[in-house]
């Protein structure tokens, strides 16, 4: 509680002194011992969500040019706080800087990144026109779900047991812990907020019990954080992925990870990333792809049923997610309504609150 009244006080403070030095100069000295002197930059396309992103053209003093992605603070102090306040840039800065060089799965090459205990940039490679860079509301292939699926087993069986206290992953416990905390505080009015934004597309039932869910936050997070636990990505929707060749995926955005159960990850992006029709028909396949493959890349042989129960009560948490995005304003309006759609969809057709039992 104290740290997190600490970095909003912070953050506070620094929104509120400004800075006059502009992003161009601090882009220069973080990429001048990675790629030496630079003579100019030049901003292409730029967005502000959850963090302001842009791509920008870097040439080189002595010739050449390299294409980066850059993601700084938020230009609207209130997301910046929020950011700030759950951890997750300095999350993603210590991701790249301690766990990207290890994990079985694709990620883009860091360049860069810092974080001040107030302020953060972390530079990317540029992927675009180098994969296949979907939107936040596309819905992923038949293909592309197979081999993200695998990517998520492998990623699962290197962390499983990994986050341990006390060891150099014990951040992503203590991340974990911080975003039940904020749950405390922000669960219940940040619901609320997005069933009323929501209206009619969230069926009455289904908010119902969303509201139950957040009110019983405790109980909630009880059943979806029990260990084992491993490495999670936490946000693995279409917009956080990039297709390589023969559609192998690159995991993009860190700002989540955490220690977390498997079922999240696996539940969260098939009901995000997949049509309903296409979920439906293909979730049972894809789950037992995920059990397969997670056991031969060395995790745990899970029981079927047990996976499957699983599977059915994270799904709860994915609309969750998108209520509170919505309720944050922190993804465009047309994407948040087709993540709408199929979360509900997902929810309704697994009975995911009525899988956590929770108390009436």
């Known amino acids: 509680m104290r740290d997190l009244l600490a970095t909003v006080a912070r953050v506070g403070a620094d929104i509120a002194a400004g800075s006059s030095d502009p992003v161009e100069a601090k882009l220069r000295r973080a990429l001048h011992g990675p790629l030496g002197l630079i003579h100019r930059v030049d901003r292409l396309e730029e967005g502000s969500y959850t963090t302001r992103r842009f791509r920008a053209d870097v040439h080189l003093a002595g010739g ?38 290890g994990v079985p799965v694709r990620v883009p090459e860091c360049l860069h990144a810092s974080h001040d205990g107030t302020r953060f940039m972390v530079v990317l490679e540029d992927l675009n026109g180098r ?19 695998n990517a998520l087993a492998d990623l699962h069986a290197f962390g499983w047991g990994r986050p ?27 619901i609320r907020r997005g069933l009323d934004l929501a209206g009619e597309q969230v069926p009455a039932p289904l908010a119902v019990g969303l509201l139950r869910y957040a009110r019983q936050h405790k109980t909630a997070d009880r059943r979806l954080s029990e260990p084992p636990l491993t490495l999670i990505h936490n946000d693995c929707h279409p917009g956080n992925l990039a297709f390589a060749a023969e559609d192998q995926p690159i995991f993009l955005d860190w700002q989540m990870v955490r220690a977390g159960q498997w079922a999240r990850d696996v539940a969260y992006f098939c009901a995000l990333a997949l049509d309903p029709a296409d979920r439906r028909s293909g979730e049972g396949l894809l789950l037992d792809r995920y059990r397969r493959r997670l056991h031969a890349a060395g995790g745990p042989d899970l029981a079927a049923g047990d996976a499957h129960e699983a599977y059915r009560r994270h799904a709860a948490y994915a609309l969750e997610a998108v209520i509170v995005t919505l309720a944050l304003g922190a993804a465009p309006r047309a994407v948040i309504d087709t993540w709408l759609a199929r979360a509900t969809a997902a929810n309704e057709d697994l009975k995911s609150l009525e899988a956590l039992r929770l108390p009436a």
């Open 164 to 190: 341990r206290r006390g060891s150099a992953s014990g951040w992503l416990l203590a991340q974990a812990e911080r975003e039940r905390a904020l749950g405390a505080w922000l669960r219940v009015p940040l």
């Open 131 to 149: 994969a296949n860079l979907p939107t936040g509301g596309d819905a992923c292939t038949a293909r592309q779900a197979l081999n993200a699926i």
């Open 64 to 101: 050449g040019r390299h294409s980066v992605f850059v993601k700084t603070p938020s230009v609207s102090p209130a997301t910046r706080l929020t950011v700030e306040a759950a951890g997750l840039s300095a999350s993603e800065v210590r991701f790249y800087r301690t766990l990207a060089p």
